[in-house]
């Protein structure tokens, strides 16, 4: 990273995958005053405490993930609540996320583990949770290890048994490798999905045909946010950073990724996030017909409002 | 209810049957390292990568082929087994009686090599393989519910390893085996074909890796980088059993996996660290290892 940006005249990096590494890189751009658009990493600090001029995150972040899956939950009903998180600075925000979400409408946290990561068998755990007795398993943890917990939580009846699971980091790629089976009448929340509209589809068809399988919301996060700093070098006629980075702030965000999208001063770009539930085998018609979206969450409920903000880019403060 | 430091009696029962279950993956891992570590002196690290293509072996057939678990975990193994054959033979065999850190590096090399090119045809995410539907559902203990595969997974892996050191232990072919890696001229001298014998004890090492990742796909996440993870635990599990130790192995499997599971219990975080710490002790009290011969 440090190669790209010092010697090889690097001037944008696009992914930027697991929280910790994105904090780190960010640094780096900051230093030498380039651009980083971050898609792959979850954290809501990376615009928040650790927010600099040279990262902008734009496909989502913890904060609405909480927001939208626990918050729907708990009006749902389930008051009582227990979090297996992920042992790591990602899991630790997220919990602490989700056990203010979960408060705030009248929840309660009744117990928390925090597992190893990454933990291959979760039959453990997911033993403990369900002694809790609580209404509500969540899972503060992401990638193999909630498919983990997920396939676990199948296997021991937890659902049958009257216990929801609530997944705070899923991924289309997760709930296809779960299958509907496994999966069905889970929620979640994403800023994305292939089939949600004509524009993502007829892009995700593209997609599939290069890649054999159908988009997650990183995959399109990285694809709008590219286009957009390349127009907004294409308007400007600069490769500065800061000169690129307040034409993007200034130019709405519609395209086969956002809806209502705007770049803030501290970095988010904010849009409509989709609170969804995964379908049941019988209402899949196909291998990636995963999601029904179940409420649209408008840009601004959706991400941490910036007078909550500990942004040093933020002008209030 | 009872409780043993603020834990319910019922939900220790219920760890401790899940350290068995885990621990018959272990068993099973580290067998197979034993066997070969035993026999060969080789130090197997494509074990991993061996229980990886197990299970995705599984899953593959299964999409491209539709043959079934039952068919599958006979198959996986055969065809795994034939790799780990092709691999003694063209390569292992070039670097015979050499340090063992030559068989460690290339055998890690190949594992890297095979668990890349996975990667790139299927991605990390993960593959689905649907439980058998023989196995759907538990049954209710009082104090757990266990589900009927795992229930099939401490029977089968106890019967696979109870087997292997019978075979290994007590009857000809394992005498065979056993005077053939301690002199090899000697026994050509007396008609056995000792490479063959190395080339096959290779091959059945890998098998029960395979055989263990065939067990592993219904319930645990299969993926290219799964053998990664285990294979370390695995190797500190075999070093706390005395290095070629077959019974050593198999009893410090399932002892590993009870440990790990109280862990689990009592402190979560330090679960992934325990067998670790077990293995620092037992390395500086009995350096051979619980069940391993002074040397």
């Not at chain 2, 399932?254 to 293995?279: C, N, W």
Request: aromatic fraction near 10%.
């Amino acid at each position: 990273m440090r190669r790209w940006v010092e010697n090889d005249n690097v001037d944008m990096v696009a992914g930027l995958v697991a929280s910790s590494v994105t904090i780190a890189t960010t640094k780096v751009l900051e230093e030498n005053n380039k651009l980083g658009l971050v898609n792959g990493s979850a954290a809501s600090s990376i615009t928040n405490e650790h927010c600099t001029p040279n990262h902008i995150h734009y496909a989502y972040d913890t904060y609405p993930l909480a927001n939208g899956t626990a918050g729907a939950i708990v009006k749902e009903g389930g008051k009582t609540w227990y979090i297996l998180t992920a042992d790591y600075a990602f899991g630790h925000s997220m919990e602490k996320d989700v056990t203010a979400v979960v408060e705030k409408n009248g929840g309660e946290v009744i117990g928390s583990i925090r597992h190893p990561f990454p933990t291959p068998d979760f039959s453990s755990f997911i033993l403990q949770a369900q002694a809790s007795g609580a209404d509500v398993i969540a899972l503060a943890n992401a990638g193999a290890d909630t498919t983990n917990a997920i396939t676990t939580a199948a296997e021991f009846g937890v659902t049958q048994a009257g216990q929801t699971i609530a997944g705070l980091v899923v991924f289309l790629t997760d709930v296809h490798a779960l299958g509907t089976e496994v999966a069905q009448g889970l929620q979640l929340t994403t800023g994305w999905y292939w089939d949600m509209n004509d524009e993502a589809r007829a892009w995700s068809d593209r997609f599939m045909e290069e890649t054999g399988a159908r988009p997650t919301m990183v995959h399109a996060g990285i694809y709008s946010s590219t286009i957009q700093y390349l127009n907004a070098i294409e308007k400007t006629g600069s490769d500065d950073s800061q000169i690129v980075r307040k034409q993007m702030m200034d130019t709405p965000i519609n395209d086969m990724f956002a809806t209502n999208g705007r770049i803030r001063e501290d970095g988010r770009m904010v849009h409509d996030m989709y609170l969804a539930e995964v379908k049941t085998p019988e209402e899949s018609s196909g291998e990636w017909d995963l999601y029904k979206i179940v409420r649209t969450i408008p840009a601004d409920e959706a991400f941490r409002p910036l007078a909550d903000s500990s942004c040093k880019l933020v002008s209030s403060k | 209810m009872s409780m043993i430091f603020g834990v319910p009696m019922a939900v220790l029962y219920g760890q401790l049957l899940i350290g068995v279950i885990n621990g018959a993956f272990y068993a099973l891992l580290s067998l197979g390292l034993a066997v070969i570590f035993g026999l060969l002196k080789i130090i197997n690290f494509a074990h991993g990568a061996m229980y990886m293509l197990g299970a995705m072996g599984t899953v593959i057939l299964f999409d491209t082929l539709g043959v079934n678990y039952w068919v599958a975990l006979f198959l996986a193994p055969v065809l795994v087994g034939t790799v780990g054959v092709l691999i003694e033979y063209f390569l292992l065999r070039r670097i015979a009686g050499q340090d063992h850190i030559y068989s460690l590096l290339l055998t890690f090399g190949v594992a890297l090599i095979m668990q890349g090119i996975l990667t790139n045809i299927y991605g990390v995410s993960g593959l689905r393989y649907s439980m058998p539907d023989v196995f759907k559902g538990g049954v209710n203990l009082g104090f757990m519910f266990l589900p009927f595969y795992r229930a099939w997974v401490i029977v089968a892996a106890l019967i696979v390893c109870f087997g292997t050191w019978f075979m290994i232990e007590k009857t000809k072919l394992g005498a065979y085996l056993r005077a053939g890696t301690e002199d090899s001229q000697l026994m050509q001298g007396f008609g056995i074909n000792v490479p063959l014998l190395v080339s096959l004890t290779y091959g059945f090492g890998v098998m029960l890796a395979a055989f263990a990742g065939v067990l592993a796909a219904p319930i645990y996440s299969v993926t290219p980088v799964m053998g990664s993870h285990i294979l370390i635990v695995v190797f500190a599990v075999v070093v706390i059993g005395g290095l070629g130790s077959i019974g050593g192995a198999i009893i410090t499997g399932i002892l590993m996996g009870v440990v790990e599971g109280l862990t689990k219990t009592f402190y979560p975080p330090a679960s992934s660290a325990v067998i670790f710490l077990v293995m620092v002790v037992v390395l500086m009290v009995r350096p051979s290892g619980l069940f391993g011969k002074e040397a």
